[in-house]
Structures are given as C-alpha cells and as structure tokens.
C-alpha cells in the first residue's frame, strides 16, 4: 500500500521559514519523481515543485523559484520542500505526490498524494 505523509506545516510571519517533509512508503521510493502541489481555499490545486527520481532534473513554479528548494532522500525514502521568504500569498493546503515518468506540472499525471499540510503565513 503506497502512502505519502506530509510533515512540517504551521503558522509562520511572512519573511519567515518552514521546511515541509514528505515521507513515502509502499513501493520503490527512488523510482519516482516527486512533486509539490498546493491547494488555497477557493482556488484549484497549482503546481509549485518537482524533481525526477535521480534528483538530477528539478521544475519550480515562477513564484516560488528562488525562495523554495526541493530535495530528496533516496535513503530515508523523504522528499523536503525549504520553503524561505515565506508571503501571505503562500498561504494553502501543501500536498506530495508522486509518478513514474518525467517531470510534470499537471496534477492529474501523479499518481499518489499525501493528505496534505496546512502552511499559514501572516502579514
């Protein structure tokens, strides 16, 4: 059974930082690419991080690229998102995924999804 458990969400004041975590467990965690979604209340789930499964390949949203950093841990089957800068317009429901295959944006090319972690960020 495949299962993805996201870790590390909170409250924070802008300008802040958090570092979500995503474990896998279930089927060969160094297979798949990993993916970052988000989810705001009233707003469709968007696309903000993926890496393939060899870390070599990364795709960031524009509105998170040069404030978010993702990285895996083949060995400890775990996927991190550092998330630095942090802005109100960050604020949403942060989701993992996963897929065999290259990296996508599009949501319904994963496979597998975590339950979600909620990320606040105040004014």
């Known amino acids: 059974q495949v299962q993805l458990v996201e870790s590390g969400g909170g409250l924070v004041q802008a300008g802040g930082s958090l570092r979500l975590s995503c474990a896998a467990s279930?089927?060969?965690?160094?297979?798949?690419?990993m993916g970052w979604f988000r989810q705001a209340p009233g707003k469709e789930r968007e696309f903000v991080v993926a890496?393939?499964?060899?870390?070599?390949?990364?795709y960031y949203a524009d509105s998170v690229k040069g404030r978010f950093t993702i990285s895996r841990d083949n060995a400890k089957n775990t996927v991190y998102l550092q998330m630095n800068s942090l802005k109100p317009e960050d604020t949403a429901v942060y989701y993992c995924?996963?897929?065999?295959?290259?990296?996508?944006?599009?949501?319904?090319?994963?496979?597998?999804w975590g339950q979600g972690t909620q990320v606040t960020v105040s004014s």
């Open positions: 279930g089927r060969t965690f160094s297979s798949y690419t």
């Open positions: 995924a996963d897929r065999r295959g290259l990296v996508t944006t599009t949501p319904g090319g994963y496979d597998y």
């Open positions: 890496m393939s499964w060899s870390g070599d390949r990364t």
